[in-house]
């Protein structure tokens, strides 16, 4: 079977890079042939495909600018879309607004969000941004036009099988490989940050930004170092959080927050290895699955999580009251209610600073249920299969789009075709 991938990779410095990166070569070495298009060369595509047609094509879809370039084909040669994010609008408003398509922004969410009043849209017209894009998902043409949508875990499975009845809606496990840490890495970096050898080390991965809750952590560090816990922040990530310095200052914690600014996958065991406790806080969220969550189970390090919807299903700790949120499966975590999140934060906090069995009895049955749930052997296994069901179902309805706006289905080579013509060659431009 022969696949179209379109994903951004690695060096691009995004978490999907690194997820397609890892599983690829599972699925080349079980013998299907998959082209790689990254942005750089996604515009060869048609070309290879006309030539020889694909048997599907896949689009790894987040809610990022990583994943622009993938518009201009996702309605054009529909395929199996994998949703890492149940939210695009951030990253759909904002490319369409910054291109000055105004337009094209309102019908697309009049599309995606029938009903709503036409106020909702200017919103993001006027300028502004912010945790109310969640309130509008924007994704209604683009599961629409899928021939099966995949989807990390089963509460944004169910979610978008209820408003998409006509759509396949299958979930995949998120998987990362196994990652083994350089023997001298954990006192190595401690050095580099002047972090004291028997410090305790809260480490937050990925792009910093305020939905990571920073702020709620930073204001917990500074009540925990304020009672004489030797505690500290690693920061692993490039920042996205403008007032960064600021809350830092605020909470007088300058001395123990260290910050790394983005870092390869291949130093993500690194840098784990220096921490004691992995914070993976959301919140508000995309209905995402924290890939930077797996690979602190990977690296059996104890975690604080959100108590979200789509994470209630994971066994763990009650920070409030200590007590397991489910009585027949071991915690891996432990869990913040968003209404008592500052102090569950920092209760959380304190007690795996002072409780080294409770975080090593945390770390492992973290990495029991990363090896059983979440190894990058067992989504190739679950690519596979959604690749097979994908491949037999018939596409979406494309270029037929029922009421689609028409700026999704034009691709804009009326132009070129009307220059052929006239210097007296006749196009020919077979559809997709």
Same mark, same amino acid.
């Given at each position: 079977?022969?696949?179209?991938?379109?994903?951004?990779?690695?060096?691009?410095?995004?978490?999907?890079?690194?997820?397609?990166?890892?599983?690829?070569?599972?699925?080349?070495?079980?013998?299907?042939?998959?082209?790689?298009?990254?942005?750089?060369?996604?515009?060869?595509?048609?070309?290879?495909?006309?030539?020889?047609?694909?048997?599907?094509?896949?689009?790894?879809?987040?809610?990022?600018?990583?994943?622009?370039?993938?518009?201009?084909?996702?309605?054009?040669?529909?395929?199996?879309?994998?949703?890492?994010?149940?939210?695009?609008?951030?990253?759909?408003?904002?490319?369409?607004?910054?291109?000055?398509?105004?337009?094209?922004?309102?019908?697309?969410?009049?599309?995606?969000?029938?009903?709503?009043?036409?106020?909702?849209?200017?919103?993001?017209?006027?300028?502004?941004?912010?945790?109310?894009?969640? +309130?509008?998902?924007? &994704?209604?043409?683009? !599961? $629409?036009?899928?021939? %099966? *949508?995949?989807?990390?875990?089963? #509460?944004?499975?169910?979610?978008?099988?209820?408003?998409?009845?006509?759509?396949?809606?299958?979930?995949?496990?998120?998987?990362?490989?196994?990652?083994?840490?350089?023997?001298?890495?954990?006192?190595?970096?401690?050095?580099?940050?002047?972090?004291?050898?028997?410090?305790?080390?809260?480490?937050?991965?990925?792009?910093?930004?305020?939905?990571?809750?920073?702020?709620?952590?930073?204001?917990? +560090?500074?009540?925990? &170092?304020?009672?004489? !816990? $030797?505690?500290?922040? %690693? *920061?692993?990530?490039?920042?996205? #959080?403008?007032?960064?310095?600021?809350?830092?200052?605020?909470?007088?914690?300058?001395?123990?927050?260290?910050?790394?600014?983005?870092?390869?996958?291949?130093?993500?065991?690194?840098?784990?290895?220096?921490?004691?406790?992995?914070?993976?806080?959301?919140?508000?969220?995309?209905?995402?699955?924290?890939?930077?969550?797996?690979?602190?189970?990977?690296?059996?390090?104890?975690?604080?999580?959100?108590?979200?919807?789509? &994470?209630?299903?994971?066994?763990?700790?009650?920070?409030?009251?200590?007590?397991?949120?489910?009585?027949?499966?071991?915690?891996?975590?432990?869990?913040?209610?968003?209404?008592?999140?500052?102090?569950?934060?920092?209760?959380?906090?304190?007690?795996?600073?002072?409780?080294?069995?409770?975080?090593?009895?945390?770390?492992?049955?973290?990495?029991?249920?990363?090896?059983?749930?979440?190894?990058?052997?067992?989504?190739?296994?679950?690519?596979?299969?959604?690749?097979?069901?994908?491949?037999?179902?018939?596409?979406?309805?494309?270029?037929?789009?029922?009421?689609?706006?028409?700026?999704?289905?034009?691709?804009?080579?009326?132009?070129?075709?009307?220059?052929?013509?006239?210097?007296?060659?006749?196009?020919?431009?077979?559809?997709?």
């Amino acid at each position: 079977m022969r696949i179209a991938w379109f994903s951004p990779l690695p060096p691009a410095p995004t978490g999907i890079a690194g997820y397609s990166a890892s599983v690829l070569p599972l699925l080349d070495a079980s013998g299907l042939a998959i082209d790689r298009f990254v942005e750089a060369d996604a515009h060869d595509f048609v070309r290879r495909h006309r030539r020889a047609p694909y048997d599907l094509v896949v689009y790894q879809v987040g809610n990022s600018p990583w994943h622009d370039y993938m518009w201009g084909y996702l309605f054009q040669y529909p395929g199996l879309v994998v949703l890492h994010d149940a939210r695009l609008h951030h990253a759909r408003a904002a490319r369409l607004l910054r291109e000055r398509r105004v337009d094209d922004y309102r019908r697309e969410f009049a599309y995606d969000h029938p009903g709503t009043p036409p106020a909702g849209a200017e919103y993001a017209v006027e300028g502004l941004r912010g945790s109310a894009f969640y +309130l509008w998902p924007m &994704t209604r043409a683009v !599961v $629409d036009s899928a021939r %099966l *949508v995949a989807v990390h875990n089963e #509460f944004v499975a169910q979610e978008l099988r209820e408003r998409h009845p006509d759509t396949r809606i299958e979930r995949i496990r998120l998987g990362t490989p196994e990652r083994e840490a350089s023997p001298h890495a954990r006192g190595q970096i401690r050095r580099s940050h002047n972090i004291p050898a028997d410090g305790i080390v809260f480490v937050t991965f990925g792009l910093v930004t305020a939905e990571k809750r920073i702020e709620p952590i930073l204001k917990a +560090l500074g009540a925990l &170092t304020a009672r004489g !816990v $030797d505690a500290h922040l %690693l *920061v692993v990530g490039a920042s996205g #959080f403008p007032g960064l310095d600021e809350a830092i200052a605020e909470h007088r914690v300058a001395d123990r927050v260290h910050s790394t600014g983005y870092i390869a996958s291949d130093r993500i065991a690194d840098y784990l290895s220096a921490g004691d406790v992995s914070l993976a806080l959301r919140w508000p969220s995309a209905g995402e699955t924290s890939a930077s969550w797996i690979e602190s189970l990977a690296a059996s390090k104890p975690t604080i999580i959100t108590s979200l919807p789509h &994470t209630a299903d994971i066994p763990s700790l009650d920070a409030r009251t200590w007590r397991p949120t489910r009585r027949s499966t071991p915690p891996i975590a432990v869990s913040i209610d968003l209404l008592e999140e500052d102090t569950a934060l920092l209760a959380a906090m304190s007690r795996l600073a002072d409780d080294r069995a409770l975080r090593d009895a945390l770390g492992k049955a973290g990495h029991d249920y990363w090896e059983a749930e979440h190894h990058v052997s067992l989504m190739a296994d679950d690519y596979r299969r959604v690749i097979a069901q994908a491949a037999a179902l018939p596409p979406g309805p494309a270029l037929a789009g029922a009421g689609w706006p028409a700026h999704l289905t034009n691709d804009y080579s009326a132009r070129a075709m009307s220059i052929a013509r006239e210097i007296g060659v006749e196009p020919r431009w077979p559809s997709g």
